[in-house]
Structure formats: structure tokens, C-alpha cells
């Protein structure tokens, strides 16, 4: 990852607003064997098909796209009646390079990890999330309680930290390749994390999606993870969330001026 502060930023184009400006955006790099999939298994780095039954999920940031629900991409809208209408990063739910899994995203998508002599803690700069995951062998929470990063219990296989989790909510998908998709719910997702260092400055991270209502197959993903002296910047995500209000006040206004123009004059 580079560091924030070589990137270039460049002044807004004209008739262009803007969103994040460039400081803050992490330039994606090639992992050191050059694969060109983070997919590990199946062999070709192929996702495996999907299920007759699972759902697809496909956002939009410029227009609506008219789906039944709930919403389970992170980035986008079904429609703009309401907050239950936009993407989950929207909403500040979830973020998109949040996980879990953890994937690659645009910006602050550095993670610290500490532990303590009974758990394990996974803090995402993006939404600063912490996941929890105990190491004593206490078993899963009852089956109908569900939690949008599923159930975590942690134990170690040698040097490598095994994250397993279950209990995902059905409120989400079982696997969002990117911000704009949502492939299957949560809900029969049984999802297994590997942390192994390989190195004084780098973790191979592993995630192992399994669940058969979504995908034929289970699938390995495998991503290095380097350490980095950019610090952990705050991610108040709520805090001066004008995009999704002005979202939804927008969209009054023009439903405001739609009855107005085919009512006529009084």
C-alpha cells in the first residue's frame, strides 16, 4: 500500500462536485507472485457458479434500481422512499472494504489486530468497527440470534489465528465481491479466516466462504497483508452524513414538484 502522502491530488473538473479527493485514496498494487485473482480455489481464481436459488444482488450509484429487498450491496440504491432504500455503507452499516471477509477497497481500508490473553480484536478504520472474537472455546450464540458480522470464535492451528463465523444475518449477502453486488443472504454462511505471518512485515490473510444455498462450492480466497505506518485515521461515518440525507430530501423535492406540475394551477 502506498502512503497517503505521495499521492497527487488534483483540483474538482468543472461541473463536478466531487467526493473524496485523492490524498485519500490507496492506489491498489500486484501481489508478489503476480496472480491476477485473489481466488486461490477453485484453481482457474474463478468464483463458483451460483445456486438455481441464490439471489443477485446488483446496485446502482446513478439510478434506481427496483429490487424487492432488503438491500445487501454496500454501495448504491433499490429506490429513494426511505434510508432502508440505499446500500449498507450507505447507511453506514457496513463498509465496503469492511467485511468480513475482508476485501481490498478504495480507502481507509487499514485494520489493526491486538489480542489479549482471551480474545482477539479486528478494528476496521472503515466505519471503525471493532470484531471481537473470543479464543475460549465458549460455543456460538443461540440460532436465532444474528449479527451483521456474523458470530466469531478464534482458536490457533501453530502460528496461524483461525476465525470461524456463523450467525450471519440474512439482512446482508453471503459473499459482495464489490460494492455494487450481493451474491446470496447471509444467512447459511459459514465463513473461515486464517492469519499466518510470513514475514516480520506481512500477514498471508485467508478467508474460506462455505455456503451451499449461495454457491456450488466453497471458494479460498488469499490476500498479503503488509504492515504500515500510516496511522488509523477516524471513520465517524454518521457524523455529517448530508449524502444520504440530501438523498432522500432530494428526492421530496422532486416528488413535490412532479404533483405540482400535474395538478396544474389553482
Same mark, same amino acid.
Given at each position: 500500500m502506498r502512503a497517503r502522502a505521495q499521492l497527487i491530488d488534483r483540483l474538482?473538473?468543472?461541473g463536478d462536485p466531487g467526493g473524496y479527493n485523492v490524498f485519500w485514496v490507496d492506489t491498489p498494487g500486484v501481489v508478489d507472485d503476480r496472480r491476477t485473482s485473489l481466488i486461490v480455489d477453485p484453481p482457474d481464481g474463478k468464483l463458483p457458479p451460483?445456486?438455481?436459488e441464490a439471489q443477485h444482488q446488483v446496485g446502482s450509484l446513478s439510478e434506481d /434500481? $427496483?429490487?424487492s429487498g432488503p438491500v445487501r450491496y454496500r454501495a448504491g440504491g433499490s429506490g429513494v422512499d426511505g434510508p432502508e432504500d440505499r446500500g449498507l455503507s450507505e447507511r453506514c452499516i457496513l463498509g465496503f472494504a469492511h467485511g468480513p471477509p475482508l476485501t481490498p477497497g478504495g480507502y481507509n481500508q487499514n485494520i489493526q489486530l491486538f489480542q489479549t490473553p482471551s480474545h482477539v480484536v479486528i478494528l476496521n478504520e472503515m466505519v471503525h468497527d471493532p470484531r471481537? /472474537? $473470543?479464543?475460549d472455546g465458549r460455543p456460538h450464540l443461540p440460532g436465532n440470534v444474528r449479527q451483521w458480522n456474523g458470530d466469531a470464535r478464534g482458536h490457533w492451528e501453530g502460528d496461524t489465528l483461525v476465525i470461524e463465523s456463523t450467525h450471519f444475518t440474512d439482512k446482508t449477502a453471503s459473499f459482495a465481491p464489490n460494492a455494487l453486488a450481493a451474491m446470496g443472504t447471509g444467512e447459511h454462511?459459514?465463513?473461515t479466516e486464517?492469519?499466518?505471518r510470513v514475514g516480520a512485515d506481512l500477514?498471508?490473510?485467508e478467508y474460506t466462504v462455505d455456503d451451499p444455498t449461495t454457491f456450488t462450492r466453497p471458494f479460498t480466497a488469499a490476500i498479503p497483508m503488509r504492515r504500515s505506518d500510516v496511522p488509523m485515521f477516524e471513520?465517524?461515518?454518521?457524523e455529517g452524513n448530508y449524502g444520504l440525507l440530501n438523498i432522500l430530501r432530494g428526492a421530496r423535492v422532486a416528488e413535490h414538484a412532479a404533483a405540482a406540475a400535474t395538478s396544474g394551477p389553482r
Open positions: 474538482p473538473q468543472a451460483l445456486t438455481p /434500481v $427496483p429490487d471481537i /472474537v $473470543p479464543l454462511l459459514r465463513l486464517r492469519f499466518t500477514l498471508r490473510y471513520y465517524a461515518c454518521h
